[in-house]
């Protein structure tokens, strides 16, 4: 999968994770498409898609995209960008949710390239919550 499309994906599924898709985060994502963020896709057709395939596939739309993530072979560059991407998604609508912070740590744990102190540094409105281990029971 390109990069390309893995960012978009991931916008996505940062906007859907939570369990609702607010307007702000549409906002986002057509502002992201306009700085050519996602290339040449048509964000329109490519977004109805994905929620399509969502609405089909529930949680298993979310576990497929973070087998996409795992399997993809990123550099570090591309890595930041995709946590720089996630981490403005879950901010758009100003309504951070615990489901979206836990779902930023398990995107993060397959950025392997990355060190939390290099993504505190590059990714912007990141804090510590994004990357704090949870406590096992």
Wanted: aromatic share 6%.
């Amino acid at each position: 999968m390109e990069i390309k499309e893995l960012l978009l994906k991931t916008a996505f599924a940062c906007m859907s994770c939570d369990g609702d898709i607010a307007d702000e985060e549409v906002e986002l994502l057509k502002e992201m498409a306009k700085t050519n963020l996602f290339g040449e896709i048509d964000i329109n057709t490519e977004f109805a898609r994905l929620v399509q395939e969502i609405n089909q596939k529930g949680k298993r739309f979310l576990k497929q995209y973070i087998s996409e993530l795992a399997d993809a072979e990123l550099t570090e560059d591309e890595e930041i960008k995709i946590a720089d991407v996630a981490v403005k998604t879950i901010r758009a609508d100003n309504v951070i949710q615990f489901s979206e912070i836990k779902f930023f740590k398990v995107i993060r744990e397959h950025l392997t390239h990355v060190s939390d102190k290099t993504l505190l540094e590059k990714v912007e409105n990141i804090d510590e919550q994004y990357l704090a281990k949870d406590i096992i029971a």
